[in-house]
């Protein structure tokens, strides 16, 4: 994909995905949730009876970040362009989540999810795309779209340390004040 600003070259971008559709998978290895229109107006709502302000996020290149149990084996094709000389034959294992296997998504939300219960945050039993943390009478609140983050705090310092613990294990570029969300 080419990227263009105000009709200018700005940078090409491309993903490696694996062609995973002859893979077998019980069904609730390939679910992951994410958040809906029910998700995002409960974020918005909440934020606006606090008084804050949204915020947005994201995670780059996120399903590559989740690493593929070694008991399961997943092969893919040599990539095109990348094919060893003397190796044409040879196939490719998985270590890391590709776009494309099924199990992709279900394995990035687990990895995610325990990232986020691991910095003190609570999962919403209604809403498992929603992630909560009190701290004494301060919020805050985190819609969780695959790789998009949708935030609100009470306390400026609960968002700067979200932030800081996402970007040392995660590539998260931080998006600012939500204007506009996916």
Not at 3 to 11: A, D, L, P, Q, W
Not at 35 to 62: E, H, Q
Not at 78 to 90: T, W
Request: some cysteine; proline content about 3%; aromatic content about 12%.
């Amino acid at each position: 994909r080419t990227k263009y600003e105000n009709g200018k070259f700005v940078k090409r971008k491309s993903r490696l995905c694996a062609n995973g559709m002859w893979m077998k998978c019980n069904p609730e290895d390939t679910f992951a949730p994410t958040s809906n229109r029910a998700s995002y107006m409960t974020v918005i709502a909440l934020c606006a009876l606090y008084g804050c302000t949204l915020y947005a996020g994201d995670i780059t290149a996120a399903y590559i970040n989740a690493e593929i149990d070694p008991k399961m084996k997943i092969f893919m094709a040599q990539p095109k362009g990348h094919i060893k000389k003397g190796m044409e034959d040879m196939i490719c294992r998985l270590k890391k989540a590709l776009y494309g296997i099924p199990t992709a998504g279900n394995l990035w939300y687990k990895m995610v999810s325990e990232f986020m219960l691991k910095i003190g945050f609570k999962r919403s039993e209604q809403d498992p795309s929603i992630f909560f943390k009190w701290i004494i009478d301060d919020l805050m609140v985190v819609s969780l779209a695959t790789d998009d983050f949708l935030w609100f705090s009470t306390c400026d310092a609960m968002g700067t340390d979200m932030i800081a613990q996402l970007s040392k294990k995660f590539k998260y570029v931080d998006k600012g004040v939500a204007d506009c969300f996916l």
